[in-house]
């Protein structure tokens, strides 16, 4: 029997693992709770309502695993599920209960109705509520967009310093294919191919990288957070972005840098 | 004569200097926003605990102040036996509620506290919290049920309790509480009362103060042994748990200050690289001419150096600037109060930055300089002269 005092958030709900019974009554607990305090199936557990109060006596009849739920992220909380009437007697909150889900054929009407009528209290649609309880990953979404906006714009500068630098670097093999009479047009097309090229090794090589951190990222803040959320995902639209990104860059930096030195002498490239 | 010459091979090739000044400056104000991020953010949440001066906080057993809905019953007893510690100078007992104003249709988050010891709210204008029945209000309660100072309103916790009239006596400033979030002081046992035999006698917390020169935690421990069903929180325990729960940001603002110093390591390195592959036979020159090998070293290491200062010195004010912007996205960050500041510039952190960027820079050097040193003067003169 787990000994030690926590405040734990219990949920009442009906659940299908065993049916409540006066003599027995039982609870479904989740995993993080079932490892801390080395709790199984067919354990005894006293719940109270505060510390210091008698409690009941509860058989653990199951063990839960949290959902991909983003508003439990950074809750540190256990959850134990009992039956309502026993959370009810448990707290003495005689018939009273937090919320009602309801299924419904017709989600607006159903609102719409429950809310002319009531005195007290208030329906939601699930959809409502979905917005209302993500509101810190919309706030995080909006501040990593801010980030990647900078981090862009470093790469970019990266990228174009690095393909002027190749290209700038090519002065002496331009001036010789200049000067056995390769044309302008043919030059710059090469050096913007090796540009272009060189952008889409380094995008995969990137890709690959980024592949792995978010394998890296996913294991880490699932083990952190106790939750099978995806925190980091690599979609086609991202990586059909980046590639473009790259790409444009690559162009872009390879067209400038060729122009420039396909336009002077070729001895001037050689320093003559 | 080194800084000129540096000077004048920087300035060689403008355009390529001047990109690079620009991924320098993009990368230290990356950088800058994650040492800002990494420690201002606990620096920020240590203030907010401490900014009356309170160093303990005393919740239900295993949670956290307002982070579950347990209550602390026979709340007088507790504080009857505070008292009884001479290192404990002041307590302030708060219960926190949701209450409704029926007539304006608004729910607020209504703090019962003791008007004389309180530490939530600095009064702005009118009175404090006091009598049975005068509150303070914030600036968005007021705006939301369309109140000024003086007014009376009606307020019920639920839909089927008694309802009870009080006065708004003062506008405040609440610490703890999110931006646009309407809340309300009230008199602590007016609020018990409210609450029928649910809240009687019962509190959310307690907040208290030690005596200067005494170590909060010994009363922690004190607090904990005498009252078990308890747990009592210092400052370090609360921000230990801070810094569980906001983790993220901190390991965020390392890998990311890590990348920005890479960055800009590289971008340095590889330019200062290229220009030294440029001027082999420049430098084989000067070295043949009587040049130390000190000097071509130092001349290389200075333009790192001053590629990553004056990248530095423009991605300070940049990182100023994004700072401003990543605060404003994130203090709508649920259920943080919000006097508190993600991103806090200090002295220090300017310093932190600058020098790390600086050092990358000269390190950035050593490598080409160190080639360019080393080159064998003969060789290179022969070879150049063949190109």
């Not at chain 1, 003599?23 to 490892?35: H, K, N, S, W, Y």
């Not at chain 1, 394998?215 to 803040?221: A, K, P």
């Not at chain 2, 019962?202 to 421990?221: E, I, K, N, T, Y």
Request: overall charge positive.
């Amino acid at each position: 029997m787990w000994s030690r005092t926590a405040t734990i958030a219990a949920i009442a709900s009906t659940f299908a693992v065993a049916p409540a019974s006066r003599a027995q009554p039982t609870v479904a607990i989740d995993e993080r709770l079932a490892a801390t305090a080395h709790l199984g199936i067919g354990d005894r557990v006293v719940l109270a309502s505060e510390p210091g109060v008698r409690g009941d006596t509860f058989v653990v009849a199951a063990i839960t695993r949290r959902g991909a739920d983003p508003s439990e992220v950074v809750s540190n909380g256990y959850r134990v599920r009992l039956h309502l009437g026993d959370l009810q007697r448990l707290l003495g909150a005689g018939d009273k209960v937090s919320r009602f889900a309801i299924v419904s054929t017709d989600r607006a009407r159903t609102v719409a109705a429950i809310n002319e009528v009531a005195l007290g209290f208030r329906a939601y649609p699930s959809a409502e509520i979905a917005v209302r309880t993500s509101k810190t990953f919309r706030v995080l979404r909006r501040f990593h967009a801010a980030i990647g906006v900078i981090t862009i714009v470093a790469s970019a500068i990266f990228l174009l310093c690095i393909l002027a630098l190749k290209i700038d670097e090519r002065r002496r093999d331009i001036a010789a294919l200049r000067l056995m009479g390769i044309s302008r047009t043919s030059v710059i097309t090469m050096v913007v191919c090796e540009a272009a090229l060189i952008s889409l090794v380094g995008t995969a090589l990137g890709a690959l990288v980024g592949w792995v951190g978010s394998i890296v990222i996913n294991w880490h803040y699932q083990g952190v957070y106790q939750t099978p959320l995806v925190f980091s995902l690599i979609t086609p639209g991202i990586l059909a972005f980046a590639t473009a990104l790259s790409i444009v860059l690559g162009l872009g930096a390879g067209l400038v840098a060729a122009r420039r030195l396909a336009r002077r002498p070729p001895l001037a490239l050689l320093g003559r | 004569m080194l800084r000129r010459l540096a000077f004048a091979s920087l300035t060689r090739r403008r355009a390529r200097s001047l990109l690079a000044v620009m991924g320098v400056a993009v990368s230290g104000a990356l950088l800058l926003d994650m040492v800002m991020l990494a420690g201002g953010m606990r620096d920020s949440f240590r203030k907010l605990l401490l900014v009356r001066g309170f160093q303990l906080r005393i919740a239900p057993k295993g949670t956290l102040p307002f982070d579950t809905q347990a209550t602390i019953g026979q709340a007088s007893e507790i504080i009857a036996t505070l008292r009884t510690n001479p290192d404990i100078v002041a307590i302030s007992p708060i219960l926190g509620l949701k209450l409704r104003v029926p007539n304006r249709n608004v729910t607020t988050v209504a703090i019962g506290l003791d008007g004389d010891v309180q530490a939530d709210y600095e009064l702005l204008s009118g009175r404090p919290v006091g009598g049975t029945d005068r509150i303070v209000a914030n600036q968005a309660f007021a705006d939301a049920t369309h109140s000024r100072l003086g007014d009376t309103l009606v307020v019920a916790l639920g839909y089927d309790t008694p309802r009870r009239r009080l006065v708004i006596a003062g506008i405040g400033r609440f610490f703890y509480t999110a931006a646009g979030e309407a809340v309300v002081a009230v008199p602590l046992a007016t609020l018990q009362a409210t609450g029928g035999s649910a809240t009687a006698d019962r509190v959310s917390l307690f907040m208290a103060r030690a005596r200067d020169g005494v170590d909060p935690d010994v009363v922690r421990q004190w607090i904990e042994q005498r009252i078990p069903r308890i747990s009592a929180i210092s400052t370090g325990t609360a921000l230990k748990q801070f810094d569980q729960r906001m983790g993220y940001f901190r390991q965020l603002a390392v890998i990311l200050g890590s990348i920005s110093l890479g960055v800009g390591f590289l971008l340095v390195t590889t330019l200062v690289t290229v220009s030294v592959n440029e001027r082999v036979g420049e430098i084989a020159v000067m070295r043949a001419i009587g040049v130390s090998r000190q000097h071509v070293v130092e001349q290389i290491v200075l333009e790192g150096v001053a590629l990553a200062l004056a990248g530095t010195v423009l991605g300070m004010g940049l990182g100023l600037i994004t700072a401003r912007a990543f605060n404003a996205i994130l203090s709508d960050f649920p259920g943080l109060p919000a006097a508190f500041q993600f991103f806090v510039f200090r002295p220090r952190d300017a310093y932190a930055a600058m020098s790390m960027l600086a050092a990358a820079g000269a390190l950035a050097g050593i490598y080409p300089a160190w080639r360019a040193a080393s080159l064998p003067v003969a060789d290179t003169l022969h070879g150049e002269a063949i190109a």
